[in-house]
């Protein structure tokens, strides 16, 4: 079966995020849209995945737990999980790889972490638009250390993507699927060195106005969590 989906979005966590985008206000947004399967995506933190999670599941939405993790290279990855306990524990492993310094509100904007009733719960002081000292051929593994699955963010831009950084696609790194942006040149999914690839294209919200419609699809036998990672972790070919 086919189903909508937006693997990719911040909330007000991210520091590059709008304020606007509560994990109430995000869910609802998503919903609006016609999606049906969305992911929370901040950077590097899990931090309002579940309340996001929640508040998505109120508006009768599939939701994962997720992080846009930052390596040590400044590749930005999306790992999501189907499990939130899974995600929170994986969040606090990467918060010991994050640099040793505060985050400057006024040049890089707030950090919130909500509740899904919209209640700011307090203000995250840790900088996490900062890269962590992870190296991109140890975040597959590390992912998967924690049940989840992992892809290269849009890798057609120039920076903060793997193309963008390496320059080619290197298959011994064991991602089996990366993201393409919407504005992506449609030759550059023929590339050779990305035949074979699972190619998913999201949006990259950090405001309300920037979420997409349903356009893009996952074909997948149920519409759960569970199935969303599976998919993204099977070998191209395989599921």
Same mark, same amino acid.
């Given at each position: ?9 911040? @909330?007000?966590? %991210?520091?590059? *995020? ?15 849209? *016609? ?15 579940? &309340?996001?999670? +929640?508040? &998505? ?28 306990? &899974? ?8 918060? /010991? ?9 006024? !040049?890089?904007?707030?950090? #919130? !972490?909500?509740?899904? *009733? ?7 002081? &840790?900088?996490?638009?900062? %890269? ?24 057609? !831009?120039?920076?903060? %993507?793997?193309?963008?950084? #390496?320059? #080619? ?13 919407? +504005? ?6 023929? +590339? ?10 999201? @949006? ?15 074909? #997948? ?8 990672? /599976?998919?993204?972790?099977? /070998?191209?070919?395989?599921?």
């Amino acid at each position: 079966m086919q189903f909508y989906y937006d693997l990719h979005l911040h @909330s007000c966590l %991210s520091p590059c *995020g709008s304020d606007e985008m509560t994990p109430a206000n995000l869910a609802a947004m998503c919903a609006l849209a *016609g999606l049906q399967i969305v992911a929370l995506t901040d950077h590097n933190t899990c931090g309002n995945c579940a &309340a996001f999670c +929640r508040a &998505a599941q109120s508006n009768g939405l599939t939701a994962l737990s997720g992080m846009e993790l930052c390596t040590q290279e400044e590749i930005h990855v999306v790992c999501l999980f189907a499990d939130p306990e &899974a995600a929170q524990d994986f969040s606090r492993e990467i918060a /010991r790889h994050l640099p040793p310094i505060p985050n400057n509100p006024e !040049r890089f904007g707030r950090q #919130l !972490r909500m509740d899904d *009733g919209d209640e700011i719960l307090g203000e995250e002081t &840790a900088f996490l638009a900062g %890269s962590t000292d992870i190296p991109l051929y140890q975040v597959p593994q590390l992912v998967t250390r924690w049940g989840g699955a992992a892809f290269p963010a849009h890798i057609d !831009r120039p920076s903060f %993507s793997l193309l963008g950084v #390496l320059g #080619l696609w290197d298959p011994d790194l064991g991602f089996t699927a990366a993201e393409l942006s919407h +504005r992506c040149p449609p030759e550059l999914a023929c +590339r050779p060195d990305l035949a074979g690839l699972k190619l998913l294209t999201c @949006s990259d919200a950090h405001y309300l106005d920037q979420v997409w419609g349903a356009e893009h699809t996952l074909d #997948l036998p149920e519409c759960t969590p569970q199935e969303v990672v /599976r998919y993204l972790a099977c /070998r191209p070919g395989v599921g």
